[in-house]
């Protein structure tokens, strides 16, 4: 097949010859007149081929597909999904009973750049971020299908919230593939309901897993306070391991309503948990229950480069007044899933508040994200997740 050509300028195929998979704008010399979504295939100044992509306008212009020279087919996409699908296996995600809730696709970790697919049971939800992946929707659908077989009966797509404003006026969010109401998953042996149709993100966040198990270990016996907790995952993890008090806050009347309802599915007329609707630092500020293990997951703080400043002081500012309530011997799990905010940013942000706060702290763990959200050796823009756990004295 024929495909359209962007042509770079002289020196700016480097990063491409490094596997990077995003072209800049100001990188291309000329290129074929292209429509959004549309495949291209992109040259040095010396015609050299690099790769082949989608074009959509923007500062990233072509997101590449492949850096061999091929047709993308159903056939590659079969290829690809099924790679990813392996890995969840080589994981013991797929296919695990006790934990049907994983990422079977994390855009250009799994060198699909632009397109998110997480797996809840037998259902898939797939979210796009760019014109290309939603253009190619119904046969990345059928692709999965294939691959998946009899695993995955329902597929729904979720991308209203994330395309463009003009391609949201003509997105629906809907099932591509059967069609359900059964949403209920399970991670390590918990069950959860899932909102994938009016919650945030895919409808919970399967990122948090092996950290939601981590803040289990340290919960036994202890008062546990569960900020931002949406849906809450780090609740009902820390009733199973033995706390004594979790109270869980959110802004949101809606993620308490679903916080309640999976500590019910889980720990039916539990006396240990209450849910509050409040603002985080009203919360902080007013509380007069001694906590033990406090665990801050706030919302990205920053989206773009612009916002950092003000994001590094809204997590030093969150973090101290975390640290200022903390009883001694306590243990603080805090989190950024702030893609532009680095994780020596990061840690820098709440070693400023330690100092403001005057506690002797230390560092037990620093988390990440979990495998089934694999960042791409040439693309280290996927690492998003940081977390520090610490002990305060």
Do not use: M
């Given at each position: 097949m024929t495909y359209k050509k962007v042509i770079l300028k002289p020196g700016k195929e480097e990063s491409l010859l490094r596997f990077h998979p995003w072209v800049f704008s100001g990188a291309i010399m000329k290129m074929d007149k292209l429509e959004e979504g549309e495949y291209a295939e992109v040259y040095s100044s010396k015609n050299q081929f690099l790769g082949i992509g989608y074009y959509q306008k923007g500062?990233?212009?072509?997101?590449?597909?492949?850096?061999?020279?091929?047709?993308i087919d159903i056939d590659f996409w079969k290829q690809r999904l099924s790679a990813a699908y392996q890995m969840r296996l080589t994981l013991g995600l797929a296919g695990n009973p006790i934990n049907n809730a994983y990422r079977l696709v994390y855009g250009e970790g799994d060198n699909l750049p632009g397109l998110i697919i997480d797996v809840y049971g037998q259902t898939a939800v797939m979210q796009v971020h760019t014109s290309g992946m939603h253009i190619h929707r119904m046969e990345i659908a059928e692709a999965l299908s294939e691959v998946m077989g009899e695993d995955l009966k329902h597929i729904y797509y979720k991308s209203e919230a994330t395309l463009s404003a003009q391609e949201r006026m003509t997105t629906v969010n809907e099932f591509l593939k059967g069609g359900t109401d059964e949403n209920i998953a399970m991670e390590n042996g918990l069950k959860f309901y899932v909102d994938w149709m009016k919650g945030q993100k895919t409808g919970f966040f399967v990122d948090q897993r092996e950290n939601r198990a981590l803040v289990e270990r340290y919960a036994k016996d202890k008062n546990v306070l569960n900020m931002f907790c949406y849906t809450g995952g780090f609740s009902f993890y820390a009733l199973r391991g033995g706390a004594k008090v979790v109270h869980?806050?959110?802004?949101?009347?809606?993620?308490?309503?679903?916080?309640?309802?999976?500590?019910?599915?889980?720990?039916?007329?539990?006396?240990?948990?209450?849910?509050?609707?409040?603002?985080?630092f009203d919360f902080l500020n007013q509380m007069d229950t001694p906590y033990d293990l406090i665990i801050l997951d706030p919302p990205a703080f920053a989206k773009h480069k612009?916002?950092?400043?003000?994001?590094?002081?809204?997590?030093?500012?969150?973090?101290?007044?975390?640290?200022?309530?903390?009883?001694?011997?306590?243990?603080?799990?805090?989190?950024?899933?702030?893609?532009?905010?680095?994780?020596?940013?990061f840690r820098n942000a709440v070693l400023t508040a330690a100092v403001q706060s005057g506690r002797r702290v230390r560092i037990l763990h620093q988390l990440t994200q979990p495998a089934d959200h694999?960042?791409?050796?040439?693309?280290?823009?996927?690492?998003?997740?940081?977390?520090?756990?610490?002990?305060v004295e």
């Open positions: 500062s990233i212009t072509v997101r590449i597909l492949s850096f061999e020279q091929q047709s869980s806050v959110d802004s949101s009347a809606k993620a308490i309503e679903l916080t309640d309802r999976n500590v019910t599915l889980n720990f039916p007329n539990c006396p240990n948990h209450q849910a509050f609707v409040a603002d985080a612009a916002a950092i400043r003000n994001a590094l002081r809204g997590y030093t500012k969150l973090n101290a007044k975390a640290f200022e309530k903390i009883q001694p011997g306590g243990i603080l799990f805090t989190f950024s899933c702030s893609q532009v905010v680095d994780k020596i940013s694999p960042v791409n050796i040439y693309h280290p823009e996927g690492e998003y997740l940081k977390g520090l756990v610490l002990y």
